[in-house]
C-alpha cells in the first residue's frame, strides 16, 4: 500500500522537527480490495508521459527510505498496479498519486500531462528536487483533489509564486506547501515559495473544510486574513517563517479540532492566549517561539493532558509559572519558554516529584532564573536538552547533571556559576555531544592529573570552555573525534598544541582573547571543514600562512584581527570559496591588496584597517556581487578614489577609507556607483533577510558585535543586525581629496553617516545633501568650503552630530530644525558664518529662544572623525554556538537581539 505513507525516519535531522514530513498522509477510501478495473489508457500515456520528464538522481530526496518508485512503470503493465499509483475501484481512474521521496529530479512542466487526471483526488509530490521549478497553474485543474502534497526538503527544489489557481481546488482537505530548511540553513530566511494573501484568501473561501494547512517557508508577507477563522474543522496549521506580521486572529485558538499549531519565526506576529485555549484538548503541538505574543499564559493552558509540545520562547509573554502547574501536561515532553518576562517557578509550593511530566527538551534560556540551581531539575530524569543558559543561576555548579544519563546538550554558559569541572564528571554523561560552560561562570575546568582511567566522553562535537580560567589546552580535547566547535575564547591560554590540527573534524575554531604567542602554524590549513575560524586578539607574530586563503572550500568567516601579524595577505583564493567575512585588521601587514579576492564571490566584509598596505584604491572589488563593507582605514592607500570604467559596487553600504593618502576628485560617477546606500534598495524586506542570513552564516556572536565611531569620548554603538542593517556610512576622512563634493553625493539618501573632514574641498556645501534623510553623522570640517550652509539642511531631523566647523563658510547659520541644536563647536573656525551659536551674531536679526540642545553632547572641539571608527567583533562565549548543533537556538537569539534594536 504504497499511498498509507508511513515511513520511518532514523537520521537525526528530521527529529527536529517535531512534526514529521511524511506521515500525514490521508486515508482515502478502503485501499486493500482489489481493483475491477483496467487504468485507462490515456491516463496510462499521461502518468508515462510525467515519468519521462524526470531522471532519476540519488540527490533528489532527503528521506533514507526513497526509492525511484517509477521505475515500475511499464507500458505493459496495468498502470492500477504500478507503485504510487491507485485507481477507483469503480472507474478505474486514477485517483490517487503518491511519488513522494522517489528521486524525482528535473523541472516540472507547466502543461504537464499529470494535469489531465482530473479524478485524482490524492496528489503527493513531497520530497523530490523539481529544480526550483514553479507550481504549474494547471493543477488547479484537478478539482477533485483532497489532498496535496508539494513540501520539499532542502534548497532547490519549487520556487516562485504559488498559482492563484490553488485556491479552485475546493474539496481540499490537506495542502502541504512547507519547505523543510535543514538545521542549520533552517535559519536561512531564505523562503523559495510566495503565497500571495490574495491567493490565500481565494483558497479560505474555496477551500472551506481543509483540516490541514502547512505553509512553513512560503512567503506570505502579510498579516493572515480574518477569514481563516471560517476553517473550523483546521487541526494543523503551520506557518513557520512565513513573513507574517500583524495580529493573529485569535479565532483559531476556537477551533475545536486543533491538534497542532506552529507559528514559529514570524517575528512580527502579535497575539494573545485566549482562556477558551483549555478548551483544545486534543492540542498536542503549541509552538509559538520567536514571535511578538504578548499578556499572561492562561492558566487552562495547563489542563491540556494532551500537550506534547510546548514552546512559547521569545516572546513578550509575563506573569509567573509555578512549577506546579506542569503537573497536568502528562505528555510534555518539550518545554521552551526562554526568552520571554515570565517569572518561573518562583514559588515554593510543595510539588509531588515523582508525577513531573516526562520533558526531554527543557529550554529556560534568559528566563531570569536566579539562586541555585533548580533540584527540581535532578528528577526530569529523561532530559536528554537542557538550556539554562543566560540567567543568574549561582553557586556550584549541581552534580546532579552529571547523572542525567540521557543528556545529549548541557547549555550552562553565562551564568554565574562556580566550582570545577572535573573531566571525570564529564565521562558519566555517555551521550553528550554539546556542552556549553562558557561566558559569565566563574569555573575552573580541571583535568586531573591522572586521566589514564578516566573515560574520555569522546561523542562530544560542541564544546564551550570561554572564560574557564584555562592556561593551556585541556588535553582531552584532543581524544574528542567528533569534535565540530570548539570555542577556547577569554582564557589565558599562550600556545596551541600540535594535535589540534589534526583535529580535522572542526568547522569551527575560536581561540580569540587569550595570550597566544609565535607564528599561525601552517598546519592550520589541515582542517579542510573549517567554516569559522577566530584567532583574532591574541599575540601572534610572523606572516600569515599563505595557504589560509584557499585551504578550505567551505570557510566563511576568517578573523586575525588585533595580533602582531606581518607581511603580505594571503595571495591566493581558489575560485568557489566560501569567503564571507575575512578580517585582518589591526596587524601590521603591508603590501597590496591581492588581486585574487575577487575569486571571492561570497564576501561580504572586508576588513584590512589599521595596517600598513599601500596601494591605489580597488575598484577592482566591484566585481563582487555581495560585498557591503570595505574598510580600508588607517593604511597606505593611494592616488584618486575612482573606477577606470563604469563600476557598480551593487551592494555596497559602508565604505571607510579614512586615514590614507587618497587625492584627487571625488567623481560623480563613483558616487552614483554607490546604488546600494539609497533609500530604496536599503529598506526593502530582502536586504534584512540579507543580513541576517549573513549574520548567521557567519556564525558571529552577534550579541556583542557593535560597529563602533568614537571620537573623545563620543562612542556611537551600532549593534549587530544594525550594523548592517541600518548602517549606510561613507568616511573619507583625513586624505588629501579636493575639488568639489559632487552633487550626486545627495543621492545617497540611505547615508546614516557621511565623513569627509580632513581634506581639501572646495565650492559649495551641496544643497541635495537636504535630501539625505537619513544622515544622523556629518562632517565637514578642517576643508576649504565656502558659500552659505544650505537652508535645505534643516531637514535633516535624525541629526546627531554636524560640524563644518574651520572651512571658509559664510552668511547666517539657518535656524530651524534640527541646525540649530548644535553649539558653535559645529561652526567655529569660519570667519564669514554669523549665527546664535558664534560670537558674531548675524545683522538685523530678532534672536528666537534657544532651544534646549537634545542630547546635549558636549562635544570637543576639533573634527569629531580624527581617530577611529572602527568595527569591533567581540567573540562571546556562550550559548549562541550552540545554534549550529541544535538547529534554531542560534536563530532564536538573532531575532532576540532584533526586537531589542527595534
Ligand atoms: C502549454 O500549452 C499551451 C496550449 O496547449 C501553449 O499555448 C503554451 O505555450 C504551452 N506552454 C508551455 C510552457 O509549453
Ligand atoms: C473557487 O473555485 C472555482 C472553481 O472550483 C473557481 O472558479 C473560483 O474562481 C474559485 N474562487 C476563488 C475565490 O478563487
Ligand atoms: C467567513 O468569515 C467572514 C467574516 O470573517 C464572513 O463574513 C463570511 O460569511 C464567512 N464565510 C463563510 C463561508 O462562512
Ligand atoms: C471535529 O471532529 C469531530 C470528530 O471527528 C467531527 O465530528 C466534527 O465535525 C469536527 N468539528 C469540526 C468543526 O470540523
Ligand atoms: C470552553 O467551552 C465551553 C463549551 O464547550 C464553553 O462553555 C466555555 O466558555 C469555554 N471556555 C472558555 C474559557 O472559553
Ligand atoms: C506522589 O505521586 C505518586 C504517584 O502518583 C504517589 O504514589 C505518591 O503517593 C505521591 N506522594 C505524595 C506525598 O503525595
Ligand atoms: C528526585 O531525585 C533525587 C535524586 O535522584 C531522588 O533522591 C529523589 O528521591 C527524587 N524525588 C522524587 C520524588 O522522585
Ligand atoms: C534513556 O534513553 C534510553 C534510550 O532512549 C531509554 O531506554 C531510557 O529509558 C532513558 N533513560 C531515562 C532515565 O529516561
Known sequence: MGFLCSLTFSIQFLLLFSSSLFTNCFTLNDLTSTHHHECHQHESNALLSFKQSFIISKSAS????????????????????????????????????????????????????LFSLVHLQSLDLSDNDFNHSQIPAKIGDLSQLSYLNLSQ???????????????????????????????PLDNLMINHLQLKVSTLRSLIQNSTRLEQLRLNYVSISSSLPNTLTNLTSLQKLSFRNCELYGEFPVGIFYFPNLTSLNLVQ????????????????????????????????????????????????????????????????????????????????SQ??????????????????????????????????????????????????????????????????????????????LSKLKKLTVLGFGGGNKLFFLEGKNTSNVTIPSQIQYLELSSCNLVHFPNFIQHLQELTDLSISYNSIKTIPSWIWNKTTLQRLEIFNNLLIAEISPLICNLQSLVHLDLSSNNLVGMIPSCLGSFSQSLRFLRLAGNKLIGNIPQTYSKRNALQFIDFSSNNLYGQLPRSLVNCRMLELLDVSHNHLNDSFPFWLQSLPK??????????????????????????????????????????????????????NTSDPAHFKDDVYYLQHSLIDIELLSFSMSNKGVVMDYLGVQYLHHMVAVDLSCNKIYGEIPDTMGSLNGLVVLNLSNNMFTGSIPSSFGKLSNLEVLDLSLNNLSGNIPQQLTGLTFLDFFNVSFNNLSGPIPESGQLSTFDDNSFKGNNDLCGIQLVKKCKDHSMPPLPTPEGNQDFESGSFFKSNWMVILIGYGGGLLAGLALGNAFAVDVYRLLKRIF
Open 153 to 183: 526538503v532542502g534548497e532547490t527544489t519549487l520556487s516562485g509564486e504559488v498559482p492563484t489557481q490553488i485556491s479552485h481546488l475546493s474539496n481540499l482537505l490537506s495542502l502541504d506547501l512547507r519547505s523543510y530548511i535543514l538545521p
Open 627 to 680: 560585498l557591503k563593507v570595505i574598510s580600508l582605514r588607517n593604511n597606505k592607500f593611494h592616488g584618486a578614489i575612482k573606477c577606470p570604467s563604469n563600476c557598480t559596487f551593487l551592494k555596497l553600504q559602508i565604505i571607510d577609507l579614512s586615514q590614507n593618502d587618497f587625492s584627487g576628485n571625488l567623481s560623480s560617477e563613483i558616487i552614483k556607483n554607490f546604488r546600494s546606500m539609497t533609500l530604496s
Open 266 to 345: 514570524n517575528q512580527n506576529l502579535q497575539g494573545t492566549l485566549p482562556a477558551s485555549i483549555g478548551n483544545l484538548t486534543n492540542l498536542a503541538y503549541l509552538a509559538l517561539e520567536d514571535n511578538s505574543f504578548h499578556g499572561e499564559i492562561p492558566q487552562s493552558l495547563f489542563r491540556l493532558e494532551n500537550l506534547e509540545h510546548l514552546s512559547l520562547s521569545y516572546n513578550f509573554f509575563e506573569g509567573s509559572l509555578a512549577l506546579d502547574m506542569f503537573l497536568k501536561l502528562k505528555m510534555l515532553n518539550g518545554l521552551h519558554l526562554s526568552g520571554n518576562k515570565l517569572s518561573l517557578f
Open 348 to 425: 515554593n509550593r510543595y510539588v509531588n516529584l515523582t508525577i513531573l511530566p516526562p520533558i526531554q527538551r527543557l529550554e529556560l534560556s534568559g528566563c531570569n532564573l536566579a539562586g541555585e540551581v533548580p533540584t527540581w531539575i535532578m528528577n526530569l530524569t529523561t532530559l536528554s536538552h537542557l538550556d539554562l543558559s543566560r540567567n543568574n543561576l549561582q553557586g556550584e555548579i549541581p552534580y546532579f547533571f552529571f547523572r542525567l544519563e540521557n543528556l545529549t546538550v548541557l547549555e550552562l554558559a553565562n551564568n554565574i556559576l562556580e566550582g570545577q569541572i572535573e573531566l571525570d564528571m
Open 62 to 113: 532527503y528521506n533514507p527510505s526513497s526509492y525511484p518508485k517509477t521505475l515500475s512503470w511499464s507500458p505493459s503493465t496495468d498502470c492500477c498496479s504500478w507503485d504510487g499509483i491507485e485507481c477507483d475501484e469503480l472507474t478505474g481512474h486514477v485517483i490517487s498519486i503518491d511519488l513522494s521521496s522517489s528521486l524525482l529530479y528535473g523541472s516540472m512542466d507547466p502543461n504537464s500531462t
